[in-house]
């Protein structure tokens, strides 16, 4: 805590003081760029991966970055998609995985939230995403491909349900909202995005410095 109340200091004291104008202009409203979506995971930071600044992300954060379906019951992810798209017109919506994702891991594990009943209803929504992994990729049994696989397809299958909400499918309809599937891979900084004409999850921007072309392959789907 005692880190967090300094952070507060030192922004208070030297950030917020040299872009008060910034923050004062946001008092009027805000515009975003897009609504992001991601895991609630603390190693995934969106401001911090797009270089952006207060009032240009519109974000949901949860567990497993999951949209449940249009109608689901006691979700507040459906307010925030219809806020973003109805009111403040977003122009994009990016669902965002990463790699390692504790949530995925659940989907293949379930015995790991056994005695967790709230993060095993939560995960019920990404139940396409399990009977996906379970069918049609048994034949990974490195733990780590079939992470990777079950962390691309979720953002896939977040992406339908996505389509399921009203306010998306009528924006979708009058060619106003474009949607987008990444994946972050944490340790390397490199961000995927899904490729609907090749199938696959190709990287965005440039190789990083002491990243192979080659190592970009494993983030692809299968």
Request: contains cysteine.
């Amino acid at each position: 805590m005692q880190k967090l109340v300094a952070g507060i200091h030192e922004f208070q004291q030297n950030i917020f003081a040299s872009q008060r104008r910034m923050f004062q202009r946001l008092v009027d409203g805000q515009k975003p760029l897009a609504l992001f979506i991601t895991c609630s995971d603390s190693r995934v930071n969106p401001n911090l991966i797009t270089q952006t600044e207060p009032g240009e992300l519109f974000i949901l954060r949860n567990a497993g970055n999951i949209v449940p379906p249009y109608g689901a019951s006691g979700c507040g992810e459906a307010a925030t998609i219809e806020y973003a798209v109805s009111i403040l017109g977003v122009e994009d919506v990016v669902v965002c995985g990463h790699s390692h994702c504790g949530a995925m891991g659940a989907l293949l594990d379930p015995e790991a939230v056994k005695d967790l009943p709230a993060v095993r209803n939560w995960l019920g929504h990404a139940e396409s995403t399990a009977r996906i992994i379970k069918e049609n990729y048994d034949h990974l049994t490195d733990r780590t491909a079939r992470l990777t696989a079950t962390v691309e397809e979720n953002v896939l299958v977040q992406l339908e349900n996505l389509r399921t909400h009203p306010a998306v499918a009528a924006a979708l309809s009058r060619e106003r909202l474009k949607l987008h599937g990444w994946v972050y891979k944490f340790e390397t900084g490199q961000v995927f995005s899904y490729d609907a004409q090749q199938h696959q999850f190709t990287s965005l921007g440039a190789p990083l410095d002491g990243v192979r072309i080659g190592e970009l392959g494993e983030l692809q789907a299968i």
